[in-house]
């Protein structure tokens, strides 16, 4: 039965005023409609998708609703729509979560439409996943001040994209983001190399060199004091305390050598390992979604 609602609301959406229509339906719950429009959304058919969510928002009003109507007007181009609806979910109460992503979308509509205006043929879509998620975003040089997963309509042009996470190495790509077309970024962050770890063994490997280097002029320096000799001469204080300097300086160069080397014991067992070279391209993979509103799949490259 839902099926069959589901096909019929999709033939209605594509063919008749949603509203007026919705009106003389009751029997099509919002929770139908719902269903239509996050399948709508997940096939990327976004003007679908944001007719199916306003009809759901008219018979069951709640800012989750009013978010993805503006969501999918967003993905769309149409920045007007998704502005006037950004703002009607904001008017509709949401949680302190909801309303600071309707606060960054408004802030992002915003900045882009006073770069480009509200033309569809000047914005494209982004959709950035990472492999673990979470990762900075920086586009162009400005940090987007949000985090990986990311989807988002954006002006198009020269994209130079950088993404950073502590403990892995930045990915950087450039790509061109074609006007009414979606660029899908898709990877896997590779973690960085135990490179404090060598550091730390490198320093601590200098330090006992020295230390044993400075050791050895010492011992020479008290061999030649305690000779019977060496008692006899005119610079025997002078030779005395150039050894127990020498001495000193050897213990404060073993002290730092060894813990040099303990703090690089302890990193080697705590600072994140290199992974090897993927040998799939799939795991760092740029996906190029072709024709109107950004429907369909073009290609890989």
């Not at 096939?43 to 009809?55: G, P, S, T």
Request: aromatic share 8%.
């Amino acid at each position: 039965m839902r099926c069959l609602i589901s096909t019929l609301l999709s033939a209605v959406l594509l063919t008749s005023p949603g509203a007026a229509w919705a009106q003389d339906q009751p029997g099509i719950s919002a929770e139908d409609l719902y269903q239509l429009a996050r399948q709508h959304f997940e096939e990327r058919k976004w003007e679908q998708a944001a007719q199916a969510f306003a009809l759901a928002l008219e018979r069951d009003p709640n800012p989750i609703l009013a978010y993805n109507v503006a969501r999918s007007y967003e993905y769309s181009g149409d920045l007007d729509k998704a502005e006037v609806y950004y703002l009607e979910a904001l008017k509709l109460n949401p949680d302190k979560e909801l309303r600071s992503l309707v606060n960054t979308s408004l802030e992002r509509v915003s900045n882009i439409k006073s770069q480009l205006g509200s033309s569809k043929k000047n914005v494209g879509l982004l959709d950035i996943t990472t492999t673990p998620e979470g990762a900075q975003i920086v586009i162009n040089g400005r940090d987007m001040e949000t985090n990986t997963p990311y989807q988002a309509a954006h002006p198009s042009g020269p994209i130079d994209l950088e993404l950073k996470l502590d403990g892995f190495e930045t990915y950087s790509r450039s790509f061109d983001l074609e006007p009414g077309r979606e660029i899908v970024v898709d990877t896997d962050l590779r973690r960085t190399g135990r490179v404090w770890t060598w550091v730390a063994m490198g320093t601590g490997a200098a330090l006992l060199g020295g230390g044993i280097w400075t050791g050895i002029i010492a011992q020479d320096r008290l061999d030649i004091v305690n000779s019977t000799e060496g008692k006899r001469r005119e610079d025997y204080e002078d030779v005395k305390s150039e050894g127990e300097s020498y001495a000193l300086t050897s213990v404060i160069l073993y002290s730092a050598g060894a813990a040099a080397l303990i703090t690089a014991g302890y990193l080697y067992f705590h600072e994140v390992p290199e992974q090897p070279e993927e040998g799939d391209a799939s795991a760092q993979q740029i996906e190029l979604r072709l024709g109107p509103d950004f429907v369909g799949v073009g290609g890989r490259f």
